[in-house]
């Protein structure tokens, strides 16, 4: 399922009040001068006035750079060349159009033109055209429900019959791991890892049990913890990897709210709201583009039901592609703003700004989601405020089905489906027990964090694994 402002500083403060290196320093690392950014923060580090934080800042930067470059690894040739594995006649002119037409995302980093690790699989995402000159066409490993689906039907036909808003529950045994792999760290050195785990929340998940974890002894944050993890410790083996799992079991519960358009009001700023109001930079920044893009969107509605109808469907015409790591980007929101394409935290980024922007509280969710069969995935999604329903589910991503049936059409604005467990109920949010070192994912938390004395586990150190076994349904009555 990420900026410098996020993750550079001590991992208890709010993104908001975090310390950000030079302004120019950013700018240099996006613009991809890697050399003159590093040159800049040697400067900076040579300061003996230099405070811990601002400190950490810069270090961040340089970190930063590497996991551009992990992600940003392939020269034109490995792009062309994994392109030709699906298109094998691909002629240089069709690649090189494909190019400039933005569909293969790229950055020059110090002169040399690099492709983004996914743009080839993006490809088939984002163009037609290619898709159709696929030799063996494959269909794209998609949730179930992202099409009309049953489920979506009896959560509607559910709330109709008994007037609430959570029904049609599914009971879960969920299993989540971390594996070290073999020699990341020194023999007998503590590797610290954090897995997420889920918070109680009334109406939507409940009846949350610890099953089992290894190793046994493990710390479970508290369920105030917004990004709630379970916390291990564990002794690095010789020439083996290290593995950490937790299995517990929720009850997870669809959403439906019947909004009358009519009878929405703007939402009244309350000490309750404001943290889901205004803007929250690095990533929710109400900058020039972004109120050029509202206000063609938007027009002269006034209704806050219907503004967001407007924003929700701008924002689902943005097509999803995989994602850079959020640690990397600047800027969420504006990124998925201009690069034509985004993934589901990026829309949902887009969509919370936008929706601020225009005075509509909005707030951020993530977890994982499943099926009835063997899909699951990591995944973001959002809540808005509408007076005087309250919070309204939303996700973007999974965006407007063509059925025909308006009701269903619009599901996910204003429904969700059983089939997602929330680890996060908001994003850039402090650990129990507090991370000592930079994190991986500086946004959200799905996978997990590691990290042992001598600095942060990145994701190419370790793999993680999610599996979710459906129980008997819970009755609702």
Known sequence: MASVVVIVCPVNARAADQVAPSSDVIRLVDAGNFAAAEKSIDHALRSPSLA???????????????????????????AQARVRKLIPDITDAEFARWDAAGLLESRVIDGQKKYFNRAPSNLFRLSAEARDRRANPSPFNDSPLERPHPHHREV??????????????????????????????????????????????????????????????????????????????QAAAASKPTTFSVTYELTIFGQHMQIDPEKVVPATPSAALTPSMGERPPHIVFTDAMRKFSR????????????????????????????LEY?????????????????????TLLLMTLLRLNGIPARWQSGWIFSDGAYDNMHDWGWLYLA?????????????????????????????????????????????????????ETVDLQRGEVEWRGGNLYFDRWDYDFKATLLSNPRTD
């Open 156 to 233: 509607l036909a559910q709330a109709k019959a008994t007037g609430k808003s959570s029904v049609a529950p599914r009971r879960v045994r969920i299993t989540q791991s971390i594996t070290v792999d073999a020699d990341a760290v020194p023999v007998g050195e503590t590797i610290r890892a954090w897995i997420p785990y889920p918070r109680a929340i009334q109406g939507q998940q409940e009846n949350i049990r610890f099953i089992s974890s290894a190793p046994d002894k493990h710390q479970l944050a508290p369920e105030s913890a917004l990004q709630r993890t379970v916390y291990f410790e």
């Open 52 to 78: 811990p934080e601002e400190r950490r800042s810069y270090e961040f930067e340089r970190e930063r750079m590497r996991r551009i470059l992990l992600d940003f690894s392939l020269t034109p040739g490995d």
């Open 388 to 440: 005087p329903y309250g919070w309204v589910p939303m996700d973007v991503t999974f965006g407007r089905f063509d059925s025909g049936d308006a009701t269903l059409d619009a599901f996910y604005l204003g429904s969700f489906d059983a089939y997602r467990v929330a680890f996060n109920d908001d994003y850039s949010q402090p650990f129990v027990p507090a991370k000592q070192h930079f994190r991986s």
């Open 296 to 323: 063609e969107v938007v027009g002269d509605e006034k209704n806050p039901y219907r503004i967001a109808q407007k924003l929700y469907a701008a924002v689902d015409r943005i097509p999803w592609a995989g994602a």
């Open 327 to 347: 640690s990397t980007i600047s800027n969420i929101s504006d990124y998925a703003l201009r690069a034509g394409h985004a993934d589901c935290g990026q829309q």
